[in-house]
Nanobody, 124 residues
Framework: QVQLIESGGGLVQAGGSLRLSCVAS????????MGWFRQAPGKERAFVAT????????YYADSVKDRFTISRDNAKNTLYLEMNTLRPEDTAVYYCAARHEYVAHTRETEYDYWGQGTQVTVSS
């Protein structure tokens, strides 16, 4: 069974930075595209960023463009999200997701596996 385990969340002041990691393990699944989504209190889960298997295609939500950077290390089966200039509205549970297809996708229904999430709280 494939597992995705996120880490790196925490409490940070506005303007600060955090780096999230997501390690994929289990089975013989070779992860395709991967992505980050987030769910703020009282809101639906929303797309943050996605990256193709090769890393050549990357897409961001407008709200995080130029502040967040998604990357991956396929040798380590690890996905990253570098978050800079954090704002209180970035407060959410952040989820890592993986899909069989190699093409990046922004829609959460296109993903096959999900992590349990890691809390990010940005204080003003």
């Amino acid at each position: 069974q494939v597992q995705l385990i996120e880490s790196g969340g925490g409490l940070v002041q506005a303007g600060g930075s955090l780096r999230l990691s997501c390690v994929a393990s289990g089975g013989t699944f070779r992860t395709g595209a991967m992505g980050w989504f987030r769910q703020a209190p009282g809101k639906e889960r929303a797309f943050v960023a996605t990256i193709s298997r090769s890393g050549s295609s990357i897409y961001y939500a407008d709200s995080v463009k130029d502040r967040f950077t998604i990357s991956r290390d396929n040798a380590k089966n690890t996905l990253y999200l570098e978050m800079n200039t954090l704002r209180p509205e970035d407060t959410a549970v952040y989820y890592c997701a993986a899909r069989h297809e190699y093409v990046a996708h922004t829609r959460e229904t296109e993903y096959d596996y999900w992590g349990q999430g890691t809390q990010v709280t940005v204080s003003s």
